[in-house]
């Protein structure tokens, strides 16, 4: 038998990386920082994708793939963009046994490589807009790694947005931030707050950038997903014109934006606990296992046809019957918990002839989280239960994070609350030396402005001076 997790309150770091690993999620790859997704792990990817992708179809954006490799000329066309990227670049010299004539960057994100295709596809306003996305795996030389939160090849889709006007461009940006807002609340159950990144945190290249940042279970803060206004500066960059209905030629607006495979880390630090991972119902890999108890040969049959009938009930949901053999049923259910099966299901032969089924929530350990239901109206019974489950770790996500929440007026009780308890919201002027000062004394940065349009005006807490901005700061990953 392994040895138990370490408790959270004893080194999350440690319990998250041991339990990546034996909730067969991920595994170490052979190139460091590189890492291998488990078929678990992917399920849980391809249910997130399947989530985002319908959003994304549903405001109009259709799929497309561009190349791995990128000539290495693209990345220097936009300053801002090769100076935020030079130190990430993992860079191809040579192919087929001799040195290539230009080198070719394996691709980090694709706002090049995308770029120059929509100047060759774009002549005129009737071209407008393009609203493009692409499934990928992308490359950034990373030195400290960490399973799905840091590695050096991680998987994501990238948006990537060309329009007529500013305006539109900025209803696209923001659009998408909300989609993202709207996927992690109702699908992965993660709170987010949305908002504007400071010019030091912002995406390379962008005129600005807009995050969901959610609130780990140790407190700090992870950027979840992420939203670029790039202005015309890709566009004046790769040479993106078009005709506009003047006969006029204009530059575009363009936009990107990305979820990647760190959304995985996210669920699994805002809902796990000592026992294991706790995953959101509505995108869990398995949704319900039936984990069917006898003793005796001749109990088996009957307790079998009760636990097909049960699975025929529950066709629309997804569903796993554990007849593993020589495994008890105690080790069984430990094994599902720490992979966070949302709901277990025990038949036995006392559950045949009373015609119920002991049920046994994920969201709520012991016996608080045990009912039993007739066998008939499970059909009804069990997905109304799970989506009280997830409703259910969606309002403890977000009372976690309300709690944690600061609103500091001083310096020295700044410190204090990222050192010990949470998140700093502030009053801030925007101040780029300041901001570097408070990351290197504090380790904390500025996730996001509120954005909220009503804020008044108030004092700075750093600097004293007067201002009409809010910000939230913390730790992160």
């Known amino acids: 038998m392994e040895k138990k997790l370490p408790t959270r309150q004893e080194n999350f770091s440690e319990w998250y990386n041991q339990l990546v690993l034996r909730a067969e999620l991920a595994d170490y790859a052979p190139v460091r920082g590189c890492m291998v997704v488990r078929p678990y792990g992917w399920a849980l990817w391809e249910n997130i994708q399947k989530a985002l992708d319908d959003r994304f179809k549903a405001t109009g954006h259709v799929n497309a793939a561009f190349p791995l490799l990128i000539p290495q000329s693209f990345m220097t066309k936009e300053k801002e963009h090769v100076e935020g990227f030079s130190p ?16 070719l960057v394996v691709r980090p994100t694709s706002e090049t490589i995308i770029g120059t295709m929509y100047a060759k596809w774009i002549q005129s306003y009737r071209d407008l807009p393009v609203l493009i996305n692409q499934w990928a795996n992308v490359v950034r030389w990373e030195m400290r790694t960490k399973l799905f939160l840091r590695t050096l090849e991680f998987y994501w889709q990238e948006g990537h947005t060309a329009h007529a006007t500013e305006q539109e461009a900025l209803e696209e940006t923001e659009r998408m931030l909300q989609v993202y807002a709207d996927f992690a609340r109702t699908e992965g159950a993660v709170p987010v ?49 078009f005709l506009d209905e ?5 530059y575009c607006w363009t936009t990107s934006w990305g979820v990647s495979t760190r959304f995985i880390g996210a669920i699994i630090m805002t809902h796990g606990d000592d026992q294991g991972l706790v995953l959101p119902p509505r995108l869990a890999p398995i949704q319900v296992v039936i984990v069917p108890i006898y003793r005796k040969n001749e109990e088996k049959s009957a307790v079998m046809e009760a636990v097909s009938a049960v699975q025929a009930q529950l066709k629309d949901l997804r569903v796993k019957v554990d007849e593993r053999e020589g495994l008890t049923p105690g080790f069984k259910f430990n094994d599902w918990e ?12 006392k559950d045949v002839q009373n015609g119920t089924v002991a049920l046994s929530r994920r969201d709520i350990p012991g016996r608080d989280g045990k009912s039993f239901l007739p066998m008939a109206g499970l059909d009804s019974a069990v997905p109304a239960l ?29 410190k204090q609350v990222v050192a010990e308890q ?24 500025l996730r996001i402005y509120a954005s ?6 108030g004092v700075c807490f750093y600097s004293g001076r007067k201002t009409n901005q809010k910000a939230y700061f913390a730790r992160s990953y």
């Open 88 to 103: 990430e670049l993992a860079v191809v010299t040579h192919g087929g046994g001799e040195k290539l004539e230009e080198p």
């Open 193 to 241: 707050i949305p908002g504007r990144k400071s010019e030091s945190e912002k995406f390379a290249g962008a005129v600005n950038t807009y995050s969901i940042e959610a609130m780990m279970g140790d407190t700090k803060a992870l950027q979840s997903g992420t939203s670029h206004f790039l202005g015309q500066n890709f566009a004046k960059a790769f040479d993106i014109k």
């Open 246 to 250: 003047g006969n006029q030629l204009q």
């Open 338 to 349: 720490l992979k966070g099966v949302p709901l277990r299901i025990e038949i036995g032969p």
């Open 386 to 414: 799970l989506q009280t489950i997830q409703d259910n770790l969606l309002a403890k996500a977000t009372a976690f994070r309300d709690s944690h929440i600061f609103e500091v007026t001083d310096y020295e009780s700044f």
């Open 422 to 445: 949470g998140w700093a919201y502030a009053w801030w002027s925007d101040d780029r030396e300041n901001e570097a000062r408070i990351k290197e004394e504090t380790k904390a940065t």
């Open 452 to 457: 909220d349009p009503n804020l008044g005006e």
